[in-house]
């Protein structure tokens, strides 16, 4: 019996400190988990291609996404860099990037359509899906963005933030702008997602 009792203390204590350790890291860099459960799922809801196509997010069920909206004329527009290397390293796991143009902060997405992907193409050399620009943010969000802040995350305060989604289409942790793409609680996040 004493036996079980230290086997049962040692995996208590094990367990503890991996939750204190992944919390640590997810507030060093800004993250956040939702509060409550939205209803549906990610994979229920539809929206535009970079080129102006339907886009039925179904097609990416199953995946592990991060949802980040991204702007071409940032200071933090070379994390597209970081995003385009962790798709490639992670996408056959089943990570899936999915970027969403937005203007809402400081104009710094002015572009047309042709003119976000040429410069992606041109300087990052971004494969992972881009879809039309949207607002992230206010009364004129998009649904996906009403989807992905309804459980009490915080809307997006700058360019590049990042939401991770599991496999289940819900969301499971908001990261902050600043937060790089090899960030190491971010990166964790995604290999607990991904198992």
């Known amino acids: 019996m004493k036996t079980v009792i230290i086997i049962f203390a040692v995996a208590l204590a094990a367990a503890l400190g991996a939750s204190l350790f992944f919390l640590r890291g997810a507030l060093a860099t800004g993250s956040q988990t939702p509060t409550a459960s939205a209803d549906g799922t990610l994979w229920s809801m539809t929206t535009q291609t970079l080129a102006g196509e339907p886009a039925d997010l179904s097609a990416y069920e199953g995946k592990v996404a991060l949802v980040v909206n991204v702007a071409s004329k940032c200071g933090l527009t070379p994390q597209y860099e970081g995003l385009q290397a962790l798709f490639e390293e992670k996408s056959e796991e089943g990570l899936v990037i999915l970027g969403f143009p937005s203007n809402d902060f400081m104009g710094q997405e002015p572009g047309t359509p042709e003119e976000i992907r040429s410069f992606c193409d041109t300087n990052y050399k971004v494969t992972f899906p881009l879809f039309a620009k949207v607002k992230v943010k206010g009364e004129d969000k998009t649904d996906i963005y009403r989807f992905l802040t309804a459980g009490g995350l915080e809307e997006p305060s700058w360019n ?36």
């Open 160 to 195: 590049f933030t990042k939401y991770l989604v599991g496999r289940d289409g819900k969301v499971i942790a908001r990261f902050a702008p600043r937060t790089k793409p090899d960030d190491e609680a971010l990166r964790l996040a995604i290999s607990e997602a991904l198992k």
